[in-house]
């Protein structure tokens, strides 16, 4: 059994509905992180699970218990939330303290768990300062320890390193995701950030339009995107029909492509990455061409972009090396079998 189920929700505000009929479940022990753009409900979702706030229907239950109606004091949940700062005029001591206080935990050993935290994050020697006296990066792990002390039932993080430089949120992902697996908590992660979210999660909800489009692990998703939006999201830029006639999938356009994993169905969406396109001159022989004119040329650094006009719609190429193409060259471009991927088929 789940240990948290999120059953048939419907919730926003006053008359804006923002989660209808949704539904989630995490696993005890699993790192599960919403993804999805901004306004897209992952705060919302968040909120009920936490207990600021109650659905309009449906039913959360937490360990066999319905916890729909549960006052969130009464739910024993960590929260790291981007804007839940910490205590200005408390010691970073006092500040990690502070739920074992409301829990009246007896002194000693209120001491001895927060010295543990505090070393879990690598603080220890910072009890007497101040936040104004730490870095971002400092205080959102004091953040991470004020949570984790009080051991909770389920940790709820909310774009918790959105404030920090891109060099440390790379660090103090690593970091989050090193103290769930020590401590064993389950933890759902809301974030915007695909790479940030793939990099830490057991599983990943991608969330669109106030549901989940696809739950699946990182690896999953980033292979085998169940539709043209979750596509996007892992980094497919060019998009295209097949039908099948016979025995073979046809473009529009009438060119016959091999599949290496072909679905059951008649028309589909298929879609490859930019970097799975290779250019060659045009003419040339081989499998699963399709002749094009290049249109922009683009320096991105590490590599180079074409933007290429086919028969079936634009195409976007990025290549490794310059490859001695100029805008208006005839070139084909051979959409490499095993990395062609097929989504929803379609009427
Ligand atoms: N307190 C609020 N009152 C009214 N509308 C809100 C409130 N908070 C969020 N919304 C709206 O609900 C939608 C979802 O917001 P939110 O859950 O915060 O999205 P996300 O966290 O995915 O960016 C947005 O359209 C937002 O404008
Ligand atoms: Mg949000």
């Given at each position: 059994m789940a240990l948290l189920e999120l059953e048939h929700i419907t919730a926003g505000y006053d008359k804006n509905i923002i989660l209808r009929d949704f539904n989630l479940q995490v696993e005890r022990g699993q790192f599960v992180s919403l993804l999805g753009s901004?306004?897209?409900?992952?705060?919302?979702?968040?909120r009920l699970i936490a207990g600021f706030s109650e659905p309009n229907e449906g039913r959360i239950v937490f360990d066999g218990k319905d916890i729909t109606h549960v006052p969130l004091h009464k739910r024993n949940f960590g929260f790291v939330f981007q804007s839940y700062a910490l205590f200005p005029h408390m010691t970073v001591f006092d500040n990690v303290a502070f739920g074992l206080k409301m829990r009246k935990v007896p002194k000693e050993e209120m001491k001895r768990r927060v010295a543990e935290m505090l070393a879990l994050v690598d603080l220890t020697g910072f009890e007497d300062r101040y936040p104004r006296e730490m870095s971002g990066g400092q205080r959102q792990r004091v953040a991470l320890a004020r949570a984790m002390v009080i051991r909770p039932d389920l940790m709820l993080f909310d774009e918790p390193l959105s404030n920090l430089d891109a060099k440390l949120r790379v660090k103090m992902r690593v970091e989050i995701r090193r103290i769930q697996q020590e401590l064993g908590f389950t933890a759902i992660y809301v974030t915007h950030d695909q790479e940030e979210c793939f990099a830490i999660s057991d599983q990943v909800a991608?969330?669109?339009?106030?549901?989940?489009?696809?739950?699946?692990?990182?690896?999953?998703?980033?292979?085998?995107?169940?539709?043209?939006?979750?596509?996007?999201?892992?980094?497919?830029?060019?998009?295209?029909?097949?039908?099948?006639?016979?025995?073979?999938?046809?473009?529009?356009?009438?060119?016959?492509?091999?599949?290496?994993?072909?679905?059951p169905g008649d028309r589909f969406r298929a879609c490859i990455r930019p970097e799975d396109v290779i250019l060659y001159p045009e003419g040339t022989e081989g499998e699963n061409r399709l002749p094009g004119e290049v249109l922009v040329t683009t320096f991105l650094g590490r590599n180079i972009q074409y933007n290429v006009r086919t028969a079936i719609g634009e195409f976007v190429i990025k290549a490794e090396q310059e490859q001695g193409y100029s805008v208006g060259s005839r070139v084909s471009l051979e959409l490499t079998a095993n990395k062609i991927i097929l989504i929803q088929p379609h009427e």
């Open positions: 901004s306004g897209c409900g992952k705060t919302t979702t968040l991608i969330m669109n339009g106030g549901v989940i489009e696809q739950m699946d692990s990182p690896a999953h998703i980033f292979n085998s995107p169940k539709t043209e939006f979750i596509a996007h999201f892992v980094g497919f830029e060019n998009f295209f029909d097949l039908n099948r006639r016979g025995n073979v999938l046809v473009t529009d356009s009438g060119l016959a492509l091999r599949v290496a994993r072909d679905l």
